[in-house]
């Protein structure tokens, strides 16, 4: 792996309407107006662990998409590159929390046909981008539209042929794509990518009657250096070519709204390894900032500093010995 010291994401940011109150949404009276976008929210917690982060992508020329650039903007994420789309509208999702299973969160989105999704080859400046070591993006850029999928192809050649860094988590939202099984195919070259994130529910898609393990496996022969599945609670795997390391998670007493706990998670142990801490101490970081999230409404509002990592984490071992 080349250096991991800046990271250009691609993918949409979309404003989240997270309601005050849990239950079914046709009951919701109000609702908190969030930014969010699992690049984003990646690049955001990279941001804020000291990380140099910037994105591409589209929003529309309405209030939502300045809302979005001045939230990134305040981040410490670059926007120079983000395009303002004058013919299509930022993409918009709401949040159903708890409700139908207790703790779990449901998406609905309003993206079709949104300023991001018309992101196209065309639009990439590869001189801008190629400033990073890093590229991410997920499984939901593929998911939104051929141009979409065409521009992280284009970005991905370009990293990959220079030696770059290329981080990918699968994300595979069921409510994006018409036929899943056309994801298999679709994510089959993008599972060389080096660091490659992922979670037993999408493994599932990718390699039907395989254990994690043995799918994690099948990534790294397809050229990926690490695998990482995520399993909420239960914690995490990391998967290389020499190492299998293992981790559990944080028992978290109050789920607010668990979206955007993953995005924490990558960021955290991307940092982690950045900075050379071996993979369990990287799994560490990583379930304490997912875990942290989940606390709150909003996908990276609750994202740590490494102080506030530490605390956490002194907070949970003083825990632990008192009981
Ligand atoms: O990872 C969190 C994201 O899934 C959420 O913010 C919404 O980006 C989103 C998506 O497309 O599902």
């Known amino acids: 792996m080349y250096l991991l010291e800046s990271f250009v994401g691609l993918g949409e940011v979309m404003v989240q309407l997270n309601p005050l109150t849990p239950g079914p949404l046709r009951h919701v009276k109000y609702f908190e107006v969030h930014v969010a976008g699992s690049e984003a929210n990646m690049l955001i917690g990279l941001s804020r662990l000291g990380f140099r982060t910037g994105i591409v992508t589209k929003v529309g020329d309405d209030e939502f998409g300045k809302l979005i650039l001045s939230t990134l903007r305040g981040e410490g994420v670059d926007v120079s590159n983000v395009k303002i789309e004058e013919e299509f509208p930022t993409g918009i999702y709401f949040i159903q929390r708890h409700y139908p299973i207790p703790g779990k969160s449901t998406v609905f989105y309003y993206r079709r046909g949104s300023a991001a999704s018309t992101l196209s080859p065309s639009d990439l400046n590869l001189d801008y981008m190629l400033e990073f070591d890093t590229l991410i993006f997920t499984g939901i850029t593929l998911a939104l539209s051929k141009t979409c999928r065409e521009s992280v192809e284009k970005s991905f050649k ?102 955007g706990a993953g995005d924490a998670f990558n960021a ?28 709150v409404r909003g996908d990276f509002e609750a994202f740590p500093s490494w102080a506030d990592l530490e605390t956490y984490l002194r907070s949970r071992k003083e825990l632990v010995e008192l009981r």
């Open 268 to 295: 955290a142990f991307i940092a982690s390894v950045a900075r050379g801490r071996p993979l369990e101490e990287a799994l560490e970081y990583a379930n304490a900032a997912g875990s942290l999230v989940v606390t």
């Open 158 to 259: 370009a990293f990959k042929s220079r030696g770059l860094n290329v981080v990918f988590d699968t994300n595979i939202r069921v409510k994006l794509w018409k036929d899943l099984s056309e994801v298999v195919e679709v994510f089959k070259k993008f599972l060389s990518s080096n660091i490659v994130f992922t979670n037993e529910e999408d493994l599932k898609i990718l390699y039907p009657q395989t254990s994690f393990h043995e799918a994690a496996r099948k990534i790294l022969e397809l050229g990926a250096e690490l695998v990482v599945v995520k399993r909420g609670v239960r914690g995490a795997v990391a998967v290389t070519n020499e190492e299998v390391v293992e981790k559990r998670g944080f028992k978290v007493e109050s789920v607010e709204d668990v979206i």
